[in-house]
């Protein structure tokens, strides 16, 4: 499997197993991060880190405070798709991270970006 990243009239496959994003909140200013696998049953989040807590950022029952980070497992099912849109509100986008680099999501207002998985092609960009 590979993960297909579509925005901007473009798509963008990148042949990975695994990806972590991250993201500012809009009103707390504080980091979240989520660590998500590629699977035939769609993207599925292991875990996830909250850098404090606040409005909408809560940390679920059974988090742990790690290194000033909540970190706990999301209980939800995998997602076909997950759709990225930006605020403005923060100045910048997500943070797409893989084992071959990073990159910025969205960071500009307007149209979103979607993950999903794709079926391996032979490219990686």
Not at 98 to 106: Q, Y
Request: hydrophobic share 40%.
């Amino acid at each position: 499997m590979s993960l297909c990243i579509l925005g901007a009239g473009k798509t963008v496959t990148l042949a990975v197993a695994a990806f972590t994003l991250s993201w500012t909140h809009s009103v707390e200013r504080t980091r979240w991060q989520e660590d998500w696998k590629v699977t035939p049953a769609g993207l599925r989040v292991v875990e996830a880190r909250i850098k404090g807590s606040g409005a909408g950022m809560e940390p679920p029952e059974g988090s742990v405070l790690q290194d000033g980070w909540w970190v706990f497992a999301p209980r939800i099912g995998p997602q076909p798709r997950l759709v990225l849109a930006a605020s403005g509100a923060t100045g910048e986008g997500w943070t797409l991270c893989t084992a071959k680099g990073c990159r910025e999501l969205g960071k500009a207002e307007g149209e979103p970006t979607v993950l999903e998985p794709c079926e391996d092609q032979g490219q990686s960009r």
